[in-house]
């Protein structure tokens, strides 16, 4: 792949990077990253050996692909140089909340315009990432942003008007998925578990269970029902849960996230 450039240089910037230099996908000879303060890219370039540019010319004279993973609130005042700096280049944006369109005033002269939502578990390689382009990518491109977000886990193409409904599921979900961990490791503690068991149980039962979901690739019904014994212990808890309207309350939360999600993007 040609030369990629990082403006911001935090925890996904920083992930990206870490992925495509593990597969192999690229040398550290061909990364260059930049931050507001500086000392973010200087940190990065210290630990993965990549460079750091100190001044946006530097960073996007040789560089093919910009991604853009700075604060989305900082794409207000972003450096206006950018429009023609990034002309002819492919720009990957992981700025939640922002639009294409939105993004095309930032960036106008560039070849193509990817928005990608990732979430957190990236940072290890384990995420998911939503992403649509402005135009249909050309193979070239499509190579690209593969390996670019191939670097975080797996990822899904979709159409931009469900981009709101994949941030409220996956890249709100781990912040969901962390607080069922918490309540379940705190209802261990109130049925008596010493509080180190309490997390250990939790931590490996979710982990094992993630996995089997994973490997058996069936529904989840599926699995809760090999679990479930008629009138067992199971069954006893399904049914609390049934009557607090669990899954009523995961699809408002969803609903919710996805309302305020296309309320922030609004003016963005």
């Known amino acids: 792949m040609a030369k990629i450039a990082f403006l ?4 996904m910037a920083a992930a990206m990077v870490e992925g495509l230099l593990a597969q192999g996908l690229m040398k550290p000879i061909d990364i260059v990253c930049q931050s507001g303060s500086g000392r973010t890219a200087t940190a990065l370039a210290e630990k993965f050996g990549v460079s750091a540019a100190p001044s946006l010319e530097l960073l996007l004279e040789s560089a093919d692909t910009l991604v853009v993973a ?3 609130q900082h794409l ?3 450096d206006a140089r950018l429009a023609a700096l990034t002309r002819g280049k492919l720009v990957i944006s992981v700025l939640a909340g922002k639009r294409l369109a939105r993004l095309t005033q930032a960036f106008p002269s560039a070849r193509n315009l990817v928005r990608a939502m990732p979430n957190t578990p990236g940072q290890i390689g384990a995420g998911i990432t939503g992403w649509c382009a402005l135009a249909p990518l050309v193979p070239a491109d499509r190579i690209t942003v593969d390996a670019m977000l191939g670097a975080l886990g797996q990822h899904v193409e979709i159409p931009e008007s469900q981009m709101d409904a994949l941030t409220a599921v ?3 979900g781990p912040a969901y998925f962390f607080e069922f961990a918490a309540a ?3 209802a261990g503690i109130a049925a008596g578990l010493a509080p180190e068991v309490a997390q250990q149980l939790t931590v490996e039962t979710l982990l094992g269970a993630g996995r089997l979901l994973a490997q058996k690739k069936i529904e ?3 699995l809760r029902n090999q679990v479930t014994s ?3 212990v199971t069954f006893a ?3 609390r849960m049934e009557a607090g309207n669990f899954r009523a309350l995961m699809r408002d939360t969803i609903l919710t996230a996805k309302a305020r999600s296309e309320e922030l993007s609004q003016d963005r």
């Open 220 to 222: 989840p019904e599926t």
């Open 170 to 172: 996956s890249g709100c």
């Open 76 to 78: 207000a005042t972003a």
């Open 184 to 186: 379940l490791r705190d």
């Open 70 to 72: 700075f604060k989305p």
């Open 8 to 11: 911001g240089a935090g925890n």
């Open 230 to 232: 008629p009138n067992g």
């Open 237 to 239: 808890g399904l049914q």
